[in-house]
């Protein structure tokens, strides 16, 4: 059974430029959450989207949004980007809403914000 | 305000011996806790789970320790191996349908060979 998949692997943007992460969740799972791992701060929790209605938000500015579709397939956006932004943007999927058990992780989407 | 602390950045460990690490909690309303393991330019995976009922959980070489009134848990891992070196981070929850996961900053573990 696929994975949670990731795109892109990796990009490159500049300050005030706006980016659109995608997530994949393995097939049957309806729920899709975002962590930003940064060396300084592990892995912080961005929202969760659950039958394409955000469930649960983390504490970022609104820069950073998200919406799922019908198919369980998740985007996250951040616009305005800052330097601070740049981390490994994780996605995780899960059967139902919420932690119902393990979260399944994509292998993440590294962006560098110069 | 970290609700989910791992105090040692780094741990090494001999190849064959014990690999303890180490988690300490502040939110008494967590009661699912969780680790994970990630290895460099790849995503988390689960390795091993306890709820709040139980006081241990044991997978092969790995065993998870609760101990609710220190709001502590440790991860057991017996006898280390060269591939388990990894960052290793812990991670809790609180039941509800809007539970998320809440880590820590995570451990890099080295086992020497």
């Known amino acids: 059974k696929a994975g949670v998949t990731q795109t892109p692997r990796y990009l490159i943007k500049t300050r005030g430029q706006q980016v659109t992460l995608s997530c994949s969740p393995i097939s049957g799972h309806r729920s899709v959450s975002w962590y930003q791992q940064t060396p300084g701060q592990g892995l912080q929790f961005l929202f969760e989207?659950?039958?394409?209605?955000?469930?649960n938000k983390g504490n970022f500015p609104g820069r950073f949004s998200g919406r799922q579709f019908s198919n369980s397939r998740s985007e996250m956006n951040v616009s305005t980007l800052e330097l601070g932004d740049s981390a490994l943007y994780l996605c995780?999927?899960?059967?139902?809403?919420?932690?119902?058990?393990?979260?399944?992780f994509g292998e993440g989407s590294r962006l560098t914000v110069l | 305000d970290q609700q989910v602390k791992q105090n040692s950045p780094s741990l090494s460990v001999q190849e064959g011996r014990i690999s303890i690490l180490n988690c300490d909690y502040t939110?008494?309303?967590?009661?699912?806790f969780l680790w994970y393991k990630k290895y460099p330019a790849e995503g988390p995976t689960f390795l091993i789970s306890?709820?709040?009922?139980?006081d241990k959980n044991e997978d092969g070489r790995f065993t998870v320790f609760l101990n609710k009134s220190a709001k502590h848990l440790s991860l057991h891992i017996v006898p280390s191996q060269p591939g388990d070196s990894a960052v290793y981070f812990c991670a809790a929850s609180a039941t509800g349908a809007n539970s998320k996961l809440t880590f820590g900053k995570g451990i890099t573990l080295s086992v020497r060979p």
């Open positions: 989207y659950f039958s394409e209605t955000q469930r």
């Open positions: 995780a999927s899960n059967r139902e809403q919420g932690v119902t058990g393990e979260l399944f």
């Open positions: 939110n008494s309303m967590f009661d699912y």
């Open positions: 306890i709820s709040s009922i139980k």
